[in-house]
């Protein structure tokens, strides 16, 4: 069974960063190498967005309001895919999830809070 593990949340002030990982497992590599990975944040009353996402080969998109900030990355080796935030912002606040698209698998979230 395709489980993904997302880790590396935490409480970080206005300005920090933080590394999030996101780890397929169950899963093997020629599937999980075409495939393409997004992460996706929740923060409290609002809708699910997409905040970043990367294809098999590797091509890259943002939301703009993570741009210059964010960037996503992915080990095929490790079959783990990153999100590096740095000049995070309160707005940055929420659950983040990541979701393997053709698999249409997610992981459970792990809570990222940006606060003084």
């Known amino acids: 069974q395709v489980q993904l593990v997302e880790s590396g949340g935490g409480l970080v002030q206005p300005g920090g960063s933080l590394r999030l990982s996101c780890a397929a497992r169950?899963?093997?590599?020629?599937?999980?190498?075409?495939?393409?990975v997004a992460w996706y944040r929740q923060a409290p009353g609002k809708e699910r967005e997409l905040v970043a996402s990367?294809?098999?080969?590797?091509?890259?998109d943002y939301a703009d309001s993570v741009k210059g900030r964010f960037t996503i990355s992915r080990d095929n080796s490790r079959k783990t895919v990153y999100l590096q935030m740095v000049n995070l912002k309160p707005d940055d606040t929420g659950v983040y999830y990541c979701?393997?698209?053709?698999?249409?698998?997610w992981g459970q979230g792990t809570q990222v809070t940006v606060a003084a």
């Open positions: 979701n393997l698209q053709q698999a249409d698998k």
């Open positions: 169950g899963i093997i590599t020629s599937v999980f190498n075409p495939d393409t």
């Open positions: 990367i294809t098999g080969g590797r091509s890259t």
